[in-house]
């Protein structure tokens, strides 16, 4: 037997989150890839493999091309390297908004191959029956209210949301509906703060903020938007890191090297001390 101990770290999962309801804030971030899901892990609660992965890493125009399969390879290698932080995935467009038998069978594949601990879904009037289908046959779902990425074709775009009265009345009917409907968090996104505030104090599930002010129980930010890996990133977003011209500045170094043969050096080749092997 071996004398090996295997490190344990309980993994946080749906009622950790939900019991940070107006404690300390939760701190999450998007995540696709293994390497850093890693380095991720050591600082948030929660890491989403948000379906914002086909733009940040695909090249899409939006949301709306990402597939089940997509969302479940970067599910997968998340999960390969996240030990602590709760892991939920986007359930793409077209994978649940149909008959809740669907969503469940969709949801409960991403269960089963990734090991992930939620799926999120964004929560219009048609949405919630189906999150409360799913929360009682044992999928723990994360809603999402304000503005909702999947419905851009129908938006015209990326919008803030909640400005006109009987849309803010809305969004907040439908955070209602969510949490009642069991959801153990609800990211809102792109509404203004007095509203973020609203939904906060209406609903006893935590809210996670993007772009919604610090009048929520959390904060979300897509990670490449924060380590600055995009010319350009929307208002809300604070920079943390200026990787995009960091990286170009390696790169550039490393082709000049290449260009001037000064790549791979004594130090950089095998068997330097050997003679002509
Ligand atoms: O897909 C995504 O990244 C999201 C956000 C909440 C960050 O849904």
């Known amino acids: 037997m071996s004398s090996q101990r295997q490190e ?19 701190v999450c971030l998007t995540a696709y890839t293994a390497p850093m899901a890693e380095i991720l892990d050591a600082h948030c609660d929660l890491l989403l ?42 359930m793409p ?11 469940y ?7 089963k191959e990734t090991g992930a ?29 304000g503005l909702r990425p999947q419905s851009v074709l129908v938006d015209g775009g990326f919008k803030a949301k909640g400005k006109a009265n009987d ?7 439908e955070a209602k509906a969510t949490a009642r409907a069991g959801a153990f968090a609800v990211v809102v996104e792109g509404v203004a703060e007095g509203l973020a505030r609203e939904i906060t104090d209406a609903i006893a599930a935590p809210t996670i903020g993007i772009g919604a002010s610090a009048g929520c129980d959390g904060q979300i930010l897509v990670t490449d938007d924060m380590l600055g890996l ?20 390696a790169v550039g170094a490393y ?11 004594p130090a950089e080749i095998y068997f330097a001390k050997a003679a002509n092997t």
């Open 8 to 26: 344990t770290v309980r993994r946080l999962a749906a009622p950790d989150i939900a019991a940070r309801k107006g404690g300390e804030p939760i």
């Open 49 to 90: 493999v948000g379906d914002s992965v086909g733009m940040v890493v695909h090249g899409l125009p939006n949301t709306v091309g990402v597939t089940l399969d997509m969302m479940i390879l970067h599910g997968q290698a998340v999960m390969r390297t996240a030990r602590r932080a709760m892991v939920v995935i986007d």
């Open 93 to 103: 467009f077209g994978s649940y908004e149909g008959a809740p038998e669907e969503a």
């Open 105 to 111: 069978a969709n949801a409960a594949r991403v269960m």
């Open 117 to 145: 601990q939620a799926v999120k879904v964004e929560s219009g009037p048609t949405v919630v029956d189906t999150i409360e289908y799913l929360v009682k046959r044992g999928i723990p779902v994360m809603g999402h209210v």
């Open 167 to 173: 849309e803010r009345v809305r969004i907040l009917e």
């Open 230 to 249: 995009f010319d350009w990133t929307p208002k809300f977003v604070r920079r943390y890191g200026d990787l995009r011209r960091q990286i170009d500045a």
């Open 255 to 265: 082709a000049e090297d290449v260009r001037a043969r000064r790549f791979p050096g």
